[in-house]
Antibody
Framework: QVQLQESGPGLVKPSETLSLTCTVSGTFLTSHYWSWIRRPPGKGLEWIGYIHSTGSSSYNPSLKGRVTMSVDTSNDHFSLRLSSVTAADTAVYYC??????????????WGRGAAVTVSS | QSALTQPPSVSGSPGQSVTISCTGTSSDVGFYNRVSWYQQPAGTVPKLIIYEVSNRASGVPDRFSGSKSGTTASLTISGLQAEDEADYYCSSYTTSSTYVFGTGTKVTVL
């Protein structure tokens, strides 16, 4: 059974960098896209970006310049860094398996989510 | 990229059918059959219910169905049940190799 678990600080100060890690169990990271998605309070889902097991990545243009993702296939985890955060970045952050090139393109396994608040 | 457009809310009585539209562009919904739908009851994690426009995910009841015409995809819930009350989101892969979600629709069972 594939499981994903987000971890990281629940509180980040404005202008600092938000860092989250998603640990994957029950499968290997190889050959898949791994996404970060968030849901701000009272708003809808927003795709942040994905990273492939090879290290290639794609980010939401609205966040480009602030987002960096990385993957560690040896330790079965991938990570998100979002710089220069503001209150607008307060959200529940989800990691999800989001496809495999040429095979499928949807989010079929989700983590339970990590609530992050940006506040001084 | 702009979010796909969904109605903010739809409602129906138990047993009725409701349809949620998802309007995109020729660079996402209209280009690929890579449209998926997610159900998120309050306080829970999003769950995949439809993928590739019309395929039901494992364990999803057959009262959920999906379709697409041009740049608009649709999710229909037939025989609405109380447990179907949730927020629903469409999503599409795009020609820019990104994903985009819809604005979300709250389904209320009267």
């Amino acid at each position: 059974q594939v499981q994903l678990q987000e971890s990281g600080p629940g509180l980040v100060k404005p202008s600092e960098t938000l860092s989250l890690t998603c640990t994957v169990s029950g499968t290997f990271l190889t050959s898949h896209y791994w996404s970060w998605i968030r849901r701000p309070p009272g708003k809808g889902l927003e795709w942040i970006g994905y990273i492939h097991s090879t290290g290639s990545s794609s980010y939401n243009p609205s966040l480009k310049g602030r987002v960096t993702m990385s993957v560690d296939t040896s330790n079965d985890h991938f990570s998100l860094r979002l710089s220069s955060v503001t209150a607008a970045d307060t959200a529940v952050y989800y990691c999800a398996r989001s496809g495999s090139p040429y095979f499928y393109y949807h989010m079929d396994v989700w983590g339970r989510g990590a609530a992050v608040t940006v506040s001084s | 990229q702009s979010a796909l457009t969904q109605p903010p809310s739809v409602s129906g009585s138990p047993g009725q059918s409701v349809t949620i539209s998802c309007t995109g562009t020729s660079s996402d919904v209209g280009f690929y059959n890579r449209v998926s739908w997610y159900q998120q009851p309050a306080g829970t994690v999003p769950k995949l219910i439809i993928y590739e426009v019309s395929n039901r995910a494992s364990g999803v009841p057959d009262r959920f169905s999906g379709s697409k015409s041009g740049t608009t995809a649709s999710l229909t819930i037939s025989g609405l049940q109380a447990e179907d009350e949730a927020d629903y989101y469409c999503s599409s892969y795009t020609t820019s190799s990104t994903y985009v979600f819809g604005t979300g629709t709250k389904v209320t069972v009267l």
